[in-house]
């Protein structure tokens, strides 16, 4: 059965610290993964995609399959970063989600 | 904003009761995604329907149904409510149903069983 996991349930690094937010998936077709993330008092909201292969808000994740992970990395933290980070699965049979736990990143001054 | 919305906000009831949770998806999207989000589970999927038609089942709960409307709106019904059923509901919706497609998620009702 496919799974997600993200092993910290808070993260909290000084502005200007890099940042890297793991995910880690278990799946056993083609894997296609997605962030998501909830700022306070807002609604969930896709960060990006690998298949994109595209960085936004400064914030970059490679899929490795080898490791089957998908870590979630920006190399300068901004206070405005702090929020809730969801790691995302897609599996086949339409366009169900497998979401981790998620991770709470706190950017301190 | 033509985003997903989500009624009500809140709902309040006691074990036993039916609640319906109602959603309205994005404009142009078929599909809509129901999950259900607990502290000690996260957020589970639920249920997807597009175009009227149940396309996914996740670990819904036969206590629980959903059905998508002719003018794409979606309710969720919950019934025979018990404690653990309390929750952060959410709607999502996406274009169909291709995989690489984003979801769009709406602000959720929080059901509180008391």
């Known amino acids: 059965a496919q799974r997600v996991t993200q092993p910290e349930k808070l993260l909290s690094v000084f502005k200007g610290a890099p940042v890297e937010l793991k995910c880690n998936y278990s799946?056993?077709?083609?894997?296609?993964l997605f962030w998501y993330v909830q700022y306070s008092r807002q609604r969930l909201q896709l960060l990006l995609r690998?298949?994109s292969r595209e960085s936004i808000k400064g914030f970059t994740a490679d899929l490795n399959k080898g490791e089957t992970s998908f870590h979630l990395k920006k190399p300068f933290a901004q206070e405005e970063d702090s929020a809730m980070y969801y790691c995302?699965?897609?599996?086949?049979?339409?366009?169900?989600?497998?979401f981790g736990t998620g991770t709470q990143l706190k950017v301190e001054l | 904003d033509s985003g997903v919305t989500q009624t009500p906000k809140h709902l309040i009831t006691a074990t036993g009761q039916r609640v319906t949770l109602r959603c309205s998806p994005r404009?142009?999207?078929?599909?809509v995604y129901w999950y259900q989000q607990s502290l000690d589970q996260g957020l589970q999927f639920l249920i997807q329907?597009?175009?009227?038609?149940?396309?996914a089942k996740g670990n819904i709960l036969e206590r629980f149904s959903a059905q998508q409307f002719p003018d794409l709106h979606s309710e969720l019904n919950l019934s025979s409510l018990e404690l653990g059923d309390s929750a952060l509901y959410f709607c999502?919706?996406?274009?169909?149903?291709?995989?690489?497609?984003?979801?769009?998620f709406g602000d959720g009702t929080r059901l509180s069983i008391l």
């Open positions: 999502a919706s996406s274009e169909g149903t291709v995989g690489n497609q984003p979801q769009h």
């Open positions: 799946y056993s077709g083609s894997p296609e």
């Open positions: 690998h298949i």
């Open positions: 995302a699965l897609h599996t086949g049979g339409g366009n169900k989600l497998t």
């Open positions: 404009s142009g999207d078929l599909s």
């Open positions: 329907y597009y175009n009227g038609e149940e396309r």
